[in-house]
């Protein structure tokens, strides 16, 4: 047993339905094999527990590891391809990334490059767009098993559109998604997602294919992209008979709640009542809808309309790791819609990087935030003495206010130390 002490701040009540951000200063966590057994004042844990040894974390703040619910892993070395849409960085930048997977040895080393990157960044769970290779997929669940990450992918299938070496079959596709499903699923913390990438690169056929893998795999997740450009809407919408673009995955019995679809830019009324009813989530990806110029997410119409939402990095469009960095950009966007933005507080952001993200990845009774009985998924956040984001801290009047200055001005060199399940990744 370890006795955690420090000043921790989360977000157990969500702020967008009128709960407040929970902050205890000077509290202890009891942790025993991972979980969480006791929360107090850091006296009353203390008294009750006296012989079990401390780990001080005070002079810092302690969040909940966090959740990054879209991020692509072999675009890490393509993050930074500034000045083109969607369609045309593809082409440019990410596609040429995705076929250099094909080289195992060279999936191997960007799959290490991702897993550091991600838990430098104080990740500790992740929904993972894999690779168009098996070989690849297989380095990056075991680059997440070494370092203990909760990651969540799978192989990524389309069959038109692409490049010609990244395409599958439908039959090739589902016997490679079942044989890592085997492999990976519920093996260590790593769990499947069943993967088109999205469909204007699925066939019909490979789409119901994605439904036959997705049954045969209890407990595993669905992901892809949606509605995320305007000429890529047009694009499915003329391949798929007119249909929007919800109903081209829904009609093959793929959206429900094990469902999280990246983007949404552009939804209709229609679309948003269909991932609400569905249950289904959306993952908001701040800055790569702002550098790839695809627009400003509408989170007050997915809010009215009872869809579920929580951010995503989407490395290599979205702009680095931090989710810090993607809570700022997410309140920019809001900010920057003069009638329908939604103002965020830093409450509001802390629970899109952590509670909400575990509740679409259908982890929240295990992370998301440290109450008693969730595992010890956490970070600390210290910033250098002297740095700007320090300075900042020590002039902030109360704890939610130092969290809103971490969320502006702080980066992955302020995240001094990880850990995931109790045990600790960086320092
Ligand atoms: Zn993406």
Known sequence: MTIFRGT??????????????????????????????????????????????????????????????????????AVGGLGLPLLEWLDKYA??????????????????????????AGTTSALVFGAHYADAVDALFTASSEVGLRVTSGLVVSDR?????????????????????????????NRYAVTPRFSLSCTDELLAVCHDVLEEVPGALFTSHLNENEAEIAAVSELFGGCDYVTTYDRHGLVDRRSVLAHNVHPTDVELKLLANAGASVAHCPTSNAALGSGLFPLTRHLQHGVRVALGSDVGAGTGFSLLKEGLQAYFAQQLQAEDGHPLSAAH????????????????????????????????????????LAVSIAHADDPEEALARTFTLGTPADVRAVWINGDLLHT
């Open 349 to 388: 952001l802390l629970h899109l990087v952590t509670t909400a993200g575990a509740d679409a990845l259908g982890l929240s009774s295990e992370v998301g935030d440290l109450s008693v009985g969730k595992r010890f998924d956490a970070q600390l956040l210290r910033p250098a003495e002297g740095s700007p």
């Open 161 to 189: 559109l692409l490049r010609p070496e990244l395409h599958t079959t439908p039959s090739r596709a589902y016997d490679e998604s079942l044989a890592l499903a085997r492999r990976w699923h519920g093996v260590g913390r």
């Open 95 to 120: 596609l040429p990334e995705e076929a250099r997977m094909a080289d195992a040895s060279y999936a191997a080393g960007v799959a290490a490059e991702f897993v550091r990157g991600l838990a430098a």
């Open 8 to 77: 921790f701040l989360d977000t157990p009540d969500n702020p967008f339905t009128g709960g407040d951000l929970r902050v205890d200063t000077d509290a202890g966590v009891l942790v025993t094999d991972g979980t969480i057994v006791a929360r107090g004042t850091f006296a009353d844990v203390r008294r009750a527990h006296p012989a079990e040894p401390v780990v001080d974390l005070t002079g810092g703040l302690v969040l909940p590891g966090f959740v990054d619910t879209h991020v692509h892993f072999p675009q890490i070395r």
